[in-house]
């Protein structure tokens, strides 16, 4: 779709006190969460972010805690390296989404820039505080990347990191080339992954209005409006 802008650091903030405010609640409480993803690549516009996360946990501000604020990237080593620098920062999430170097450069385009086997160095390297793991987003594409023996690649791709696994069944919608797993297949992935570490299935949300990343967007460009 292409990069239009970044957003400022008081858009990012005004997102989420718009929200807290649309729902009646209190930023401060444990009830809320932000992740940072869904709009672009967070760390593509890292100064922003970094400002933001600020903003949030600044108790002269919204006073929320770093541990329920987390950016996702694709894997901008770079600036992975520039986000564990900082004395206030999210937490970080990495969209994993295939078992090795082959099948990530075909879905992610970025790796053939940002090659997996460097990103998982520096992951291994990346300064997590004592409370922290590290979160690894991995959707599940059915007959692409969800076999039993992509589990047993992800627990040895990932072995020896201090992280854990999001698992997310794939949100079909107009115009995306693959299909969600069976239940019974996202099982026996899960349960693969969570014998070597912490793999958790996140529930899907959005499914009757294409809610997924990008897909909001998608559905408000011109070709697809036509074609509805």
Known sequence: MGLERNLTAGEIVGQVLHVAAAHGLDPRDRVLNVVMMGQGEPLLNLANVLKATRLLVDPAGIGMSERRITVSTSGIIPRIEELGAAEIRPKLAI?????????????????????????????????????????????????????DADARRVVKLLANLNAKVNLIALNPGPGIPFMTPAPERVASFQEIVRQAMPCFLRKPRGLDIYAACGQLKRMTSEELVQVR
């Open 95 to 147: 969209s994993l989404n295939a078992s090795n170097e082959e099948q990530r450069q075909q879905l992610m385009p970025i790796t053939r820039k940002w090659h997996l086997k460097d990103l998982i160095a520096t992951c291994r390297d990346y300064p997590l505080r004592a409370w922290e793991k590290l979160t690894f987003e991995y959707v599940l594409l059915n007959g692409v990347n969800d076999t």
